[in-house]
């Protein structure tokens, strides 16, 4: 199992920024996929950035395309989501998540779902005012 943990999250006005970190421990050999989900009160949850650990591929939701990036940091075990030009529709709870079997994020043009994640963090909240 590989434990996720966020931080970074906190309260902006819109067009602000804000980045966000997850730190992976546990059993991450096994990991290539990693992402961020996004779940507002009442809402699904959906994934906004994924990155592939193994070839650095990164792909992005529409909605966040050209604001958001995500990123790897000098190992493995440490994933970033900087996040620009930020909007009021930003405002979730933001959670990191791993495929620990070594799955690719992207499969033949279609990236993982939210049930191909194996492990999760608790999340970390984004609000952004207008």
């Known amino acids: 199992r590989v434990n996720l943990v966020e931080s970074g999250g906190g309260s902006v006005q819109a067009g602000g920024s804000l980045t966000l970190s997850c730190a992976a421990s546990g059993r991450t050999a096994g990991v290539d996929c990693m992402a961020w989900f996004r779940q507002a009160p009442g809402k699904e949850r959906e994934g906004v950035a994924f990155?592939?650990?193994?070839?650095?591929?990164?792909y992005y939701a529409d909605s966040v395309k050209g604001r958001f990036t995500i990123s790897q940091g000098n190992t493995k075990t440490t994933l970033y989501l900087q996040m620009n030009s930020l909007k009021p529709e930003d405002t979730a709870m933001y959670s990191c998540?791993?495929?620990?079997?070594?799955?690719?994020?992207?499969?033949?043009?279609?990236?993982?779902?939210?049930?191909?994640?194996?492990?999760w963090g608790p999340g970390t909240q984004v609000t952004v005012s207008s």
């Open positions: 998540a791993a495929e620990n079997t070594g799955a690719i994020c992207n499969r033949g043009s279609r990236l993982l779902l939210e049930p191909d994640f194996d492990d």
């Open positions: 990155f592939d650990t193994r070839d650095k591929s990164a």
